[in-house]
């Protein structure tokens, strides 16, 4: 029997499933009787809600609740902070108080026997505020930035972090640059809005809603309506794409459950695309300074690197804007510094690639000026700085293939023809820009936990609370499952999303397959040292489980992280200043890549993320109210097939025995960080314009 999957390029096992409609998502779980019901969110940007006339909603046919802060039951909000969850700061108390906290913010919720009677009763809804001025802009001179509570203490998490000195290098450099990068809030736009159904049986709750983390959506809502752990069950087979946008647990959960008790009636909640702009988090917009200086011959002598990132003022959303500098490359004079701005807006969260993305986009595009100032090749710069160890942490890396990524991106891309000069190469009267940078995300391992039993017809069964929002975590794991049990792939069932299932991290941060992957090799060998044992009976089924998570004392002797090396081509109109993206190349040392086409499936679309970030993505707000004002699918740019040519992602063959048993590092982040930097280079290659500004726009290079 050949049971050889790790390593092969296997179809999708759940591919059937969704390409005939038989996949389930959150809203397609309808019940038997269920209501409907549609949320009302604040129309300002900031004050109290002191009238609500609620009276011509309740009296329209079909209407079962109004619920607001005036009649709403109040809620436990127990204490409880997820994996996922802001560290400092409460999360939305919904519906408890009068007060209007941001653009959006949910005032009422109305449910009916359809969905369109809902609606109607929505716009029924006579509600008004006493309306202060917000701060919705991290540039207003209102706003004030403040030293994030998660870095107060020093360590490798401080938010100032200092080795040598890097001011001293900056003044007695032969050669530096000063830049100052601004990239746009984004918002997640995945195709499945948030949505959940929810359904009561006595005490027990039943919740059918689309999460990156089903066993933190159970505990959070116990949590928030003052019930035990056990009386809520959360399911969610499929995701329809989140990106982040579902790692969180955000108000309309608890509105759908607290609705569906109120009415007496399974209840449906779905979120409308204007919505999930307002109430499910964004990436924050950031402003960074970078300042970098050097020898005449290219060697690093100093780093400046300080970011500013958007939060709200009920929560402290961080994330790694600066913590890749350290390490990127060797030099002895590094200084990084983190603030947040607290405004009245929505907390942010998790987006792909979440810092990383941003941070790399000022880093890489401040090495491609250096390289400018130094007349040297972009390429030929980096590799004269590339670090033996992790300066940071002054710990070799557990491996570190970035000479191998760039090798092999630039022979794929053809580097070696690019001229250096900008503006210097021409596809007849379209100006050609090659531009490059570099990418890297930490190897991320939680502790998970799995399930396996041997049937006796010879099929198993493997069961684990991940998620999977579209990476390909069915097809993966099943390889692994299959791999381990010496059995065909038709062979395994895995099944997850399940809050009663054994619990697993967050399906984020490209760490599920490590995560997970572990937890089922581990239970795979357990079911196995169990059928051994028992090799002289046949009676029944074997179950076996197992619990696996990162060694402690091998992470501490090693610094993590997966490498990859993006080479962009642009071809520019230099009279109406419109920007393709021709050719994207990337290269990526990410360990063991468990399916070759799966990977490639996710860094591809990594890429497209990538260039809607640098030319397209931009999130708007008012700056009378924080409203987001192209919050739909015609004014907010995303790319679609006609944006995308000639996407290649290439594997350099790295083995990394430290960084889990699977030594596999995940590739769903990485994929992204490096696209947005490389296309801002080729932007200033094609045409001589520096734009530091994310996206990059059409008003940029027509500006004189």
């Not at 050669?175 to 959940?196: G, K, L, M, Q």
């Not at 810092?355 to 710069?381: I, K, N, Q, R, S």
């Not at 089922?520 to 051994?532: E, G, K, N, S």
């Amino acid at each position: 029997m050949n049971a050889n999957h790790i390593g092969q390029p296997h179809a999708r096992v759940d591919g059937r499933a969704k390409v005939t409609g038989s996949a389930r998502y959150a809203a397609d779980f309808n019940q038997p009787g269920q209501a409907y019901a549609v949320i009302v969110g604040a129309s300002i940007g900031l004050g109290r809600v002191i009238a609500l006339d609620a009276e011509a909603a309740r009296r329209l046919p079909g209407v079962l609740a109004v619920l607001t802060h005036e009649n709403a039951p109040k809620l436990a909000y127990a204490p409880h902070k997820g994996f996922i969850d802001p560290e400092h700061g409460e999360r939305l108390h919904v519906l408890q108080d009068d007060h209007v906290r941001f653009y959006g913010q949910p005032v009422a919720v109305v449910v009916a026997q359809t969905l369109d009677q809902a609606e109607h009763a929505a716009c029924l809804l006579l509600i008004r505020y006493a309306e202060e001025s917000p701060v919705s802009d991290p540039l207003d001179q209102r706003a004030e930035a403040v030293v994030p509570e998660a870095g107060r203490e020093p360590g490798p998490h401080s938010a100032d972090r200092v080795r040598g000195d890097p001011e001293a290098a900056l003044a007695a450099a032969a050669v530096s640059i000063d830049a100052t990068y601004d990239a746009a809030r984004e918002n997640h736009f995945p195709i499945e809005p948030n949505a959940t159904v929810a359904a009561w049986q006595g005490d027990q709750l039943t919740l059918w809603s689309k999460s990156q983390f089903v066993i933190n959506e159970q505990a959070e809502i116990a949590a928030i309506l003052g019930i035990p752990t056990e009386n809520v069950h959360v399911i969610c087979p499929f995701i329809g794409g989140a990106f982040g946008t579902s790692l969180r647990t955000w108000p309309h959960v608890t509105l759908a459950a607290v609705a569906a008790r109120e009415v007496g009636k399974p209840v449906k909640l779905v979120l409308s695309r204007r919505q999930m702009f307002h109430q499910t988090g964004h990436r924050p917009r950031t402003v960074q300074r970078i300042a970098l200086s050097a020898t005449p011959d290219g060697r690093l002598t100093g780093i400046v690197h300080e970011g500013t990132g958007e939060t709200s003022r009920h929560e402290q959303f961080t994330e790694a804007l600066t913590a890749v500098t350290p390490f990127l490359y060797r030099c002895p004079n590094v200084r990084t510094r983190y603030r947040l701005v607290p405004l009245d807006i929505g907390t942010p969260t998790f987006m792909r690639g979440p810092g990383e993305a941003t941070g790399v986009f000022a880093l890489e595009c401040a090495m491609d000026e250096l390289a400018y100032a130094l007349e040297m090749d972009p390429l030929e710069l980096r590799r004269r700085n590339e670090p033996g160890l992790d300066e940071g942490m002054q710990l070799p890396f557990s491996s570190r293939s970035m000479l191998a990524c760039y090798e092999r991106g630039a022979d794929a891309f053809g580097w070696s023809r690019r001229t250096l000069s900008p503006g210097s190469m021409r596809d007849g009267r379209l100006h050609i820009g090659w531009g490059m940078a570099c990418a890297s995300y930490p190897v991320f391992h939680g502790q998970a936990s799995a399930r396996v039993r041997l049937l006796a017809d010879g099929t198993a069964e493997v069961e684990a609370a991940a998620s999977d929002m579209g990476p390909g975590t069915y097809t993966s794991i099943t390889q692994i499952a299959a791999e381990t049990l010496g059995l065909p792939m038709d062979s395994v069932r895995f099944s997850l999303g399940r809050s009663d299932f054994p619990p697993t991290p967050p399906h984020g941060g490209s760490m599920t397959l490590a995560s997970v992957g572990s937890a089922v090799r581990a239970a795979c060998i357990a079911a196995l040292d169990q059928r051994q044992a028992r090799a002289d009976r046949t009676d029944g089924a074997i179950e076996a489980s197992a619990t696996a998570g990162p060694d402690g004392e091998v992470r501490s002797r090693f610094s993590m992280h997966a490498f990859g090396a993006v080479f962009v081509e642009v071809a520019i109109d230099p009279d109406v200043g419109t920007i393709r993206v021709r050719r994207v190349v990337g290269a990526y040392g990410a360990g063991r890549i468990v399916n070759p086409r799966l990977a490639a499936s996710q860094c591809t679309g990594g890429m497209v993320g990538g260039i809607g970030m640098a030319l397209m993505e931009r999130t708007a707000l008012d700056p009378r109210d924080g409203r987001p004002v192209n919050a739909h699918m015609a004014d907010y740019l995303v790319p679609v097939n006609l944006d995308i040519h000639g996407l290649e992602a290439h594997f350099v063959d790295e083995v990394d025995p430290h960084v889990n048993e699977l030594g596999v590092k995940g590739l769903g982040e990485i994929a992204l960080v490096g696209v947005a930097p490389a296309v801002a280079n080729a932007v200033f290659h094609a045409t001589g314009k520096r734009v530091r500004e994310l996206p990059i726009r059409i008003e940029h290079l027509v500006e004189h």
